[in-house]
């Protein structure tokens, strides 16, 4: 009995694709209830997450290289502030020094000057003894001479040699 | 790389180890590639033995009346007398199928013969009396996109149930199955439906894309298992699975998707005449693309290795067991190369079905913004696929480009 093959390639089964369109229906309807919503929302809050972590750090980055630059910027103002406090410190020691210098030069010099002032008042004074000294020790001799009697004339003129031999001052 | 090579010709040995039994149990039959291919009512665990699966007819009696009948099996139904095989009535020397109904018990005999034979296993069965309205029958094919559905369900209830417990949504995803799975589906939807369907449009077929991609993944790859069957290479599976694309796209159809098919602006009327009918047959011809290229495709695969296998029993019927022998390697490793081949275009095969969907859907739901301005956007993208005169172009780019990723696994 040669009897008719029922499969070939191209036969037409509606039973099959009644039952397939049941099958991939419910497929379809049962994954996208319980499968595809909860996975594809749980992508999408991932990914927000992340972009937002992203958006974050960046932000962040950003926060942290502002905040660096102004430090960089504080640090190089302080440091101007410290050289010219620095500058100005020892522009002012200088100008004291100098000042007391002065003074101290002008100091000494008034005491010089003093000393020297005294100094020829005491020599003038020296001098002044010194001349009333001879002239007493003059006298006293003087008074020798003439106790060895010795004339007026030859007195006066010795008396007068001694006194021309006396320094002028 | 000497793993590999000795692994290799292991295999090529292993095939002469097994090709007298192939040969010893495939003797009386011709080895026909295109019978191994094709649905069957039962489940082929050969050389184990074959499972005969339910069949099922809704049917209308000889009184007219509406009835379903359930069988265990091919051979339960046909020694219940209600069906006969269906013979070829060009051998008129056999008895008719009139006769077989008249004569039942006459005809036990032969029924049994036919079972003992195994050959009812492929006969069409037709009732004794009345006439079947559709046959509810379990196929072959019907089993395993229902194993393919399954595991798909399997998969992605698990891998959800990941995503719900938090693995995934606070924290990275871990683990190889969550990180395979869910680079699919990210690049289903960064790849595939984002791209055709727009930022506004894609969440709302996201769902459907991504079964219909997973689905015929996982049927592709069931073909390529030892005792599988591709679910895909049917043509009745792809022509549902192309008519839920259809649904989807006329249903959610724009107003300018309708007004584009039925009255295509800015041409002149005669042209209208002449496109209007072209462009409702375009409606059609799309998904019946896509089921054929789906079907011819994952049929061709296994015709191939089916073809190359059978070589070993054309060579070893024609010039002996010897000739046999000397094919058997070379073939088992061409069949090892187009196995590797299947499993690449199971991938791709999925991906065309579904990146095709989501054009199509996408050019469907695609609206022009400025109406009124179209005169000066006619060369937009969206204007590109809609537009009257372009729209002719766009779709021949559109079928040239189907056809190259569809030619390629052919080759």
Not at chain 1, 12 to 27: E, K, R, S, T
Not at chain 1, 87 to 108: F, M, N, P, S, Y
Not at chain 2, 144 to 149: K, P, R, V
Not at chain 2, 239 to 260: C, E, M, P, R
Request: aromatic share 8%; hydrophobic share 50%; net charge negative.
């Amino acid at each position: 009995m040669k009897i008719i093959i029922a499969a070939d390639l191209l036969n037409a089964n509606f039973g099959l694709v009644i039952w397939l369109g049941i099958i991939f229906l419910l497929l379809l309807i049962i994954l996208k209830r319980y499968a595809w919503g909860p996975i594809t929302s749980a992508l999408e809050d991932r990914e927000r997450t992340i972009g937002e972590s992203m958006q974050q750090a960046e932000k962040a980055l950003a926060e942290a290289r502002q905040l660096q630059a102004d430090n960089e910027r504080a640090r190089r103002e302080a440091e101007q502030e410290a050289q010219r406090l620095l500058r100005d410190a020892r522009e002012e020691a200088d100008r004291l020094r100098g000042e007391e210098v002065q003074k101290t030069r002008e100091a000494i010099q008034h005491m010089r000057d003093q000393a020297q002032d005294e100094i020829e008042r005491e020599k003038d004074s020296a001098l002044d003894a010194l001349r009333a000294e001879v002239a007493d020790l003059a006298i006293q001799a003087a008074e020798k001479i003439l106790q060895t009697n010795l004339d007026a004339p030859s007195q006066r003129r010795l008396v007068e040699n001694f006194i021309d031999d006396l320094p002028k001052n | 790389m000497g793993k590999l090579f000795r692994a290799l010709v292991i295999i090529l040995l292993m095939g002469l180890i097994g090709t007298p039994a192939a040969l010893a149990s495939g003797e009386d039959d011709d080895f026909d590639p295109v019978h191994h291919t094709a649905d069957g009512y039962y489940l082929d665990f050969q050389p184990i033995g074959k499972v005969e699966l339910p069949r099922i007819f809704l049917m209308r009696d000889a009184n007219g009346s509406i009835g379903v009948d359930f069988f265990g099996g091919t051979a339960s139904a046909l020694r219940s007398g209600r069906y006969v095989a269906e013979v070829d009535e060009s051998h008129g020397d056999e008895a008719h199928e009139g006769d077989a109904a008249e004569t039942g018990h006459a005809q036990a005999g032969d029924v049994e013969a036919l079972i003992a034979s195994g050959a009812h296993l492929d006969a069409h069965l037709v009732p004794a009396a009345g006439s079947v309205i559709i046959d509810f029958s379990i196929t072959r094919h019907l089993i395993f996109s229902l194993l393919g559905a399954g595991i798909v369900l399997i998969i992605f209830l698990r891998l959800a149930g990941r995503y719900k417990r938090g693995i995934g949504r606070e924290t990275a995803p871990q683990g190889l199955f969550q990180n395979l799975f869910e680079t699919l589906i990210v690049f289903i939807r960064d790849d595939v439906a984002r791209p055709n369907l727009g930022d506004e449009h894609y969440k709302k077929f996201l769902p459907y894309l991504l079964t219909v991609f997973f689905f015929i993944l996982v049927c592709n790859l069931l073909g390529l298992v030892p005792f599988g069957a591709t679910a895909t290479s049917n043509l009745m599976i792809t022509s549902v699975l192309a008519t839920f694309t259809f649904f989807f796209t006329q249903i959610n159809g724009s107003k300018d998707h309708w007004k584009h098919v039925f009255w295509p602006p800015d041409m002149p009327i005669l042209v209208k005449f002449l496109l209007i009918p072209t462009e409702i047959m375009g409606l059609f011809t799309k998904p019946i693309a896509l089921a054929i290229r789906l079907f011819a495709n994952m049929t061709a695969g296994h015709l191939v290795i089916l073809s190359l296998v059978g070589l070993i029993f054309t060579f070893g019927g024609l010039f002996g067991p010897i000739a046999g022998y000397g094919v058997a390697p070379v073939s088992i490793a061409f069949t090892l190369f187009v196995n590797l081949l299947e499993i690449l275009i199971a991938f791709i095969q999925a991906y065309i079905f579904t990146i095709l969907s989501a054009l199509f859907i996408g050019m469907a739901v695609a609206e022009h913004s400025h109406h009124d301005h179209e005169h000066e956007h006619a060369h937009e993208p969206a204007a590109l696929a809609h537009g009257t005169a372009p729209a002719i172009i766009g779709d021949g780019a559109a079928e040239t480009a189907e056809q190259a990723p569809a030619l390629a696994p052919a080759s």
